[in-house]
């Protein structure tokens, strides 16, 4: 039989393929020798060993010619062998032995006790994405366990995803099988089912690994798999290979992207811990732009081996202008030849899948964010989410994307900008525009919803129906929203983005203004900040005087939250402005009360009671009796203030009342918190407590951490002021561990009245 591996051992695998370099075994030169004709005319390297000799003979004799040829041998494998079979010798190279064992070791170890008892047919199935090392990790585990399986090592490269010709039919594997072995061809029958049935009697006593690399499906590896038990067999594939988990009772193993201390490890390696420690930002550019992909770390490292007085900035140079340019991102990641150019093994996946499945890979390139649910991938599509939810399946069998967390899809970074390049081949830029428009359209419609549903006296923001096909996903309650927008948020911080960048400005200030409540409430101030900064910069453009208020209001709250009062006013103050201009009267109501809170957090109250006032004025106008509560409890608070306690009591009543009728939990929450406040200021701290723990009760119904503080600050205070220092302190303690996982500035005031307790 002759052959040839891609991957024999991490740093050889790809120390060969940049050589175009191959090992072939044959019982006789003459069939070697066609083999390495054929390979050294297609510009590669080939070694022959011959298998009528033993082990060492071979390896030794692989050795010489390799430090000839290459002046160093980082590994090497023979897939032939008549007695035990040849696999891979270690050298005295410590960082190929770390190359090859990165992230590995533990499954390496983990698989032997995986594995079934003795009396069943072990299967072990490597699945991963293109470029990852299943074939290197499949050789050098085979190597490590080698001593377990005294009869020898069978190794074929099923060529399930070749760069040329179809998959290997299995009954050629047999046949190659048959050959290693030493059958004389005399010996082996013409019907295929009866050379499948002489392997498996070969089989039959002894202790064989075999391992089947670069499997197509299930279907290819059913005839190779040995009769009785004694042997294993290890399957690599592209594809998950769950047939054989569900039917043969196969382990999986997926391999997934290096870490970076991993990443970091290989490239010293390969180009010494020295030269990484000139430059450790540049490393680390390096590294991300290579996305933690084994492959692609290899082939820039081998650039980087060739040029050793280029500093490592200029090679993550070349990959950053690549990355701007179209369709050339994954120019610099090509090794010389197929089996080491990215774009050539990514396509050898892509190229298995169906129709739908390819064109819902390239949209997906259109994505914003980290990752996407089912229903933003329907609206890219254009299709229901029954439809897409199968072709998510066969991208994730696939390794085409990943499933960080159940529902949710990714992929790396060079597989989107692969499947971007596709997208502008095969997908013209009218049908490209409508899908983005599809995708942003969904996380649009579906904030504008959730943030309803989060509060429901908010008055919507969409004014416009969405583009055809587009899927919003329908929220049914509080927390389906609350939990939707944890799951979405930095996917909806991207689409803001993208819509800005790619000129979808009513969208970016609309989504942007769906996502203020969530964003403020839950203490994302910085997010909010960019988002709305983001937002001005489209409705400017649009010429849009209402989206630019929304935007401006949207500032002064992010403003005000990280203390810069000063700014927030003056956000607060045009936004005021932009809504006189537009005759939007319940704008300009929520902007004086707000206006009054930015005061009132700087202490002014006398100051922001006219300005709730006059906010007050127009809900009662308006007939907006949410507004016209959050009036009141804000003037009884400025007057609680101002010494008006008895005054500010009836405000805050009637506030309560009305946000207990609108069934309103959070500004109810917030009107039981003034009432607490006032009674406190009345002396009556028992009646102060009962408040607080009002409001404490209805914020963490609706998990709102941040409001929690304020309440369990204040609540400590009552207890406090009533001589119950074990209490106060509970509460100040409880609020201080959530403002410092906030990492909230608040957390000081906390400290001190902790301080003052001990």
Same mark, same amino acid.
């Given at each position: 039989?002759?052959?040839?591996?891609?991957?024999?051992?991490?740093?050889?695998?790809?120390?060969?393929?940049?050589? =175009?370099?191959?090992?072939?075994?044959?019982?006789?030169?003459?069939?070697?020798?066609?083999?390495?004709?054929?390979?050294?005319?297609?510009?590669?390297?080939?070694?022959?060993?011959?298998?009528?000799?033993?082990?060492?003979?071979?390896?030794?004799?692989?050795?010489?010619?390799?430090?000839?040829?290459?002046?160093?041998?980082?590994?090497?494998?023979?897939?032939?062998?008549?007695?035990?079979?040849?696999?891979?010798?270690?050298?005295?190279?410590?960082?190929?032995?770390?190359?090859?064992?990165?992230?590995?070791?533990?499954?390496?170890?983990?698989?032997?006790?995986?594995?079934?008892?003795?009396?069943?047919?072990?299967?072990?199935?490597?699945? !991963?994405?293109?470029?990852?090392?299943?074939?290197?990790?499949?050789?050098?585990?085979?190597?490590?366990?080698?001593?377990?399986?005294?009869?020898?090592?069978?190794?074929?490269?099923?060529?399930?995803?070749?760069?040329?010709?179809?998959?290997?039919?299995?009954?050629?594997?047999?046949? =190659?099988?048959?050959?290693?072995?030493?059958?004389?061809?005399?010996?082996?029958?013409?019907?295929?089912?009866?050379? %499948?049935?002489?392997?498996?009697?070969?089989?039959?006593?002894?202790?064989?690994?075999?391992?089947?690399?670069?499997?197509?499906?299930?279907?290819?590896?059913?005839?190779?798999?040995?009769?009785?038990?004694?042997?294993?067999?290890?399957?690599?594939?592209?594809?998950?290979?769950?047939?054989?988990?569900?039917?043969?009772?196969?382990?999986?193993?997926?391999?997934?992207?290096?870490?970076?201390?991993?990443?970091?490890?290989?490239?010293?390696?390969?180009?010494?811990?020295?030269?990484?420690?000139?430059?450790?930002?540049?490393?680390?550019? *390096?590294?991300?732009?290579?996305?933690?992909?084994?492959?692609?770390?290899?082939?820039?490292? %081998?650039?980087?081996?060739?040029?050793?007085?280029?500093?490592?900035?200029? &090679?993550?140079?070349?990959?950053?202008?690549?990355?701007?340019?179209?369709?050339?991102?994954?120019?610099?990641?090509?090794?010389?030849?197929?089996?080491?150019?990215?774009?050539?093994?990514?396509?050898?996946?892509?190229?298995?899948?169906?129709?739908?499945?390819? @064109?819902?890979?390239?949209? *997906?390139?259109?994505?914003?964010?980290?990752?996407?649910?089912?229903?933003?991938?329907?609206?890219?599509?254009?299709?229901?989410?029954?439809?897409?939810?199968?072709?998510?399946?066969?991208?994730?069998?696939?390794?085409?994307? =990943?499933?960080?967390?159940? !529902?949710?899809?990714?992929?790396?970074?060079? *597989?989107?900008?692969?499947?971007?390049?596709?997208? #502008?081949?095969?997908?013209?830029?009218?049908?490209?525009?409508?899908?983005?428009? @599809?995708?942003?359209?969904?996380?649009?419609?579906?904030?504008?919803?959730?943030?309803?549903?989060?509060?429901?006296?908010?008055?919507?923001?969409?004014?416009?129906?969405?583009?055809?096909?587009?899927?919003?996903?329908?929220?049914? =309650?509080?927390?389906?929203?609350?939990?939707?927008? #944890?799951?979405?948020?930095?996917?909806?911080?991207?689409?803001?983005?993208?819509?800005?960048?790619?000129?979808?400005?009513?969208?970016?200030?609309?989504?942007?203004?769906?996502?203020?409540?969530?964003?403020?409430? #839950?203490?994302?101030?910085?997010?909010?900040?960019?988002?709305?900064?983001?937002?001005?910069?489209?409705?400017?453009?649009?010429?849009?005087?209402?989206?630019?208020?929304?935007?401006?209001? !949207?500032?002064?709250?992010?403003?005000?939250?990280?203390?810069?009062?000063?700014?927030?006013?003056?956000?607060?103050?045009?936004?005021?402005?932009?809504?006189?201009?537009?005759?939007?009267?319940?704008?300009?109501? #929520?902007?004086?009360?707000?206006?009054?809170?930015?005061?009132?957090?700087?202490? @002014?109250?006398?100051?922001?009671?006219?300005?709730?006032?006059?906010?007050? %004025?127009?809900?009662?106008?308006?007939?907006?009796?949410?507004?016209?509560?959050?009036?009141?409890?804000?003037?009884?608070?400025?007057?609680?203030? &101002?010494?008006?306690?008895?005054?500010?009591?009836?405000?805050?009543?009637?506030?309560?009342?009305?946000?207990?009728?609108?069934?309103?939990?959070?500004?109810?929450?917030?009107?039981?918190?003034?009432?607490?406040?006032?009674?406190?200021?009345?002396?009556?701290?028992?009646?102060?407590? /009962?408040?607080?723990?009002?409001?404490?009760?209805?914020?963490?119904?609706?998990?709102?951490?941040?409001? /929690?503080?304020?309440?369990?600050?204040?609540?400590?205070?009552?207890?406090?002021?009533? !001589?119950?220092?074990?209490?106060?302190?509970?509460?100040?303690?409880?609020?201080?561990?959530? &403002?410092?996982?906030?990492?909230?500035?608040?957390?000081?005031?906390?400290?001190?009245?902790?301080?003052?307790?001990?």
């Amino acid at each position: 039989m002759t052959g040839g591996t891609q991957g024999m051992g991490l740093a050889f695998a790809r120390r060969a393929a940049a050589e =175009g370099a191959r090992v072939v075994g044959a019982r006789d030169r003459s069939r070697g020798d066609q083999a390495i004709t054929e390979i050294r005319n297609a510009g590669g390297s080939a070694f022959f060993v011959p298998t009528d000799v033993t082990v060492e003979e071979e390896m030794a004799r692989l050795v010489d010619t390799a430090v000839s040829e290459f002046g160093r041998l980082d590994g090497a494998y023979s897939n032939a062998g008549g007695g035990p079979m040849a696999s891979v010798r270690e050298t005295d190279s410590d960082s190929w032995h770390r190359s090859l064992a990165l992230n590995l070791t533990s499954v390496f170890y983990g698989l032997k006790h995986q594995l079934p008892e003795p009396g069943t047919l072990p299967i072990a199935v490597v699945s !991963g994405t293109a470029g990852v090392g299943k074939t290197a990790f499949a050789v050098h585990w085979a190597h490590r366990v080698a001593g377990e399986f005294p009869d020898g090592q069978l190794y074929v490269d099923l060529r399930g995803f070749a760069d040329h010709g179809c998959p290997l039919d299995p009954a050629a594997a047999i046949r =190659g099988f048959l050959d290693a072995f030493g059958v004389p061809a005399q010996r082996i029958p013409v019907e295929p089912t009866a050379q %499948a049935a002489l392997y498996r009697s070969m089989l039959a006593g002894r202790r064989v690994l075999v391992v089947l690399d670069n499997a197509r499906d299930a279907a290819q590896v059913r005839p190779l798999l040995p009769a009785a038990p004694g042997c294993l067999v290890l399957a690599t594939s592209r594809t998950e290979l769950t047939p054989l988990v569900v039917s043969e009772g196969g382990h999986p193993l997926t391999l997934d992207l290096l870490s970076t201390q991993e990443s970091r490890e290989l490239l010293a390696g390969r180009l010494g811990a020295d030269r990484l420690a000139t430059d450790p930002g540049a490393v680390d550019d *390096l590294i991300a732009r290579c996305a933690r992909l084994p492959l692609a770390l290899a082939v820039v490292a %081998a650039r980087a081996v060739t040029r050793p007085d280029f500093p490592l900035a200029t &090679l993550t140079a070349e990959l950053r202008r690549a990355a701007e340019e179209p369709n050339a991102a994954l120019d610099p990641f090509d090794g010389g030849d197929l089996a080491t150019d990215i774009r050539a093994i990514f396509s050898w996946s892509y190229r298995t899948l169906t129709t739908e499945a390819a @064109r819902l890979l390239r949209l *997906l390139s259109l994505h914003a964010g980290p990752d996407i649910a089912a229903p933003a991938a329907a609206s890219l599509a254009g299709r229901s989410v029954a439809f897409v939810k199968p072709l998510l399946a066969e991208l994730a069998r696939a390794h085409l994307l =990943g499933e960080p967390a159940p !529902g949710r899809y990714a992929c790396h970074d060079l *597989l989107d900008r692969y499947a971007a390049e596709l997208a #502008h081949t095969h997908d013209d830029a009218d049908d490209r525009r409508r899908a983005r428009h @599809r995708m942003l359209d969904h996380y649009l419609h579906t904030a504008d919803g959730a943030a309803r549903l989060l509060d429901p006296h908010r008055d919507p923001i969409t004014d416009s129906a969405h583009e055809p096909g587009t899927v919003p996903t329908v929220l049914t =309650g509080y927390v389906e929203a609350l939990a939707w927008f #944890h799951a979405e948020r930095p996917v909806l911080l991207a689409a803001v983005a993208l819509a800005t960048r790619t000129g979808s400005d009513r969208r970016a200030w609309q989504l942007a203004w769906t996502l203020l409540d969530f964003l403020d409430a #839950h203490a994302y101030w910085h997010d909010l900040a960019a988002v709305q900064d983001l937002a001005m910069t489209a409705a400017r453009r649009l010429g849009d005087r209402r989206g630019e208020a929304h935007a401006h209001w !949207g500032l002064a709250r992010a403003r005000a939250k990280l203390g810069d009062h000063e700014d927030a006013h003056r956000h607060f103050q045009r936004a005021l402005e932009l809504f006189e201009q537009t005759g939007d009267r319940t704008g300009q109501a #929520h902007t004086r009360l707000n206006l009054a809170w930015v005061l009132d957090r700087q202490g @002014r109250y006398a100051e922001a009671l006219p300005q709730a006032r006059e906010a007050l %004025a127009l809900y009662q106008a308006l007939g907006h009796v949410a507004g016209q509560a959050d009036g009141l409890n804000a003037i009884g608070w400025y007057l609680t203030h &101002l010494g008006e306690h008895r005054q500010a009591l009836g405000h805050c009543r009637r506030a309560l009342d009305l946000h207990q009728r609108t069934g309103d939990r959070r500004r109810a929450a917030q009107a039981w918190d003034s009432l607490g406040h006032v009674h406190g200021n009345l002396g009556d701290h028992e009646r102060a407590t /009962e408040c607080y723990r009002n409001a404490l009760a209805l914020t963490r119904q609706l998990s709102i951490r941040y409001d /929690e503080t304020i309440v369990l600050t204040h609540l400590g205070s009552a207890r406090s002021a009533a !001589g119950d220092l074990k209490e106060a302190r509970a509460a100040w303690r409880h609020a201080l561990a959530i &403002l410092e996982q906030l990492n909230h500035p608040d957390a000081e005031a906390v400290r001190v009245q902790l301080a003052r307790l001990s």
